[in-house]
């Protein structure tokens, strides 16, 4: 089982359009699509789990791809470090 990171999301994206968008690729496991706690509005980015060789196909065929004027970010999630984003003080 893999996690994916999908960034760059357009902020009206619903999890049914997310979803399918990954099931385009294999089954979807599950997802977490991060929304806004006051307008409930994506916040851009969400997290898929997919068996390994359908998150790769999905990787392989969703980065870059250009969604509502956005171009979408998909890798493999990467373990955060302990003290946040790199450089950040």
């Given amino acids: 089982m ?3 990171y999908a960034g760059n999301l357009p902020d009206d994206l619903t999890e049914r359009e997310f979803t399918d ?9 599950s ?3 991060a929304h ?3 307008s ?3 916040r851009g980015f969400g997290f898929i789990e997919m ?3 359908e998150a790769r ?3 392989r065929a969703l980065n870059g791809r250009t969604l509502r004027g956005k171009s979408l970010r998909v890798n493999e999630e990467r373990p955060r470090t302990r003290g ?3 450089g950040r003080r």
């Fill in 2 to 4: 893999l996690r994916i």
């Fill in 40 to 42: 409930g509005r994506c």
């Fill in 51 to 53: 068996e390994g060789h």
């Fill in 57 to 59: 196909a999905a990787i």
């Fill in 31 to 33: 997802i977490e699509l």
């Fill in 21 to 29: 968008l990954f099931s385009e690729h294999g089954r979807v496991r």
């Fill in 84 to 86: 946040g984003r790199k």
């Fill in 36 to 38: 806004d706690l006051f």
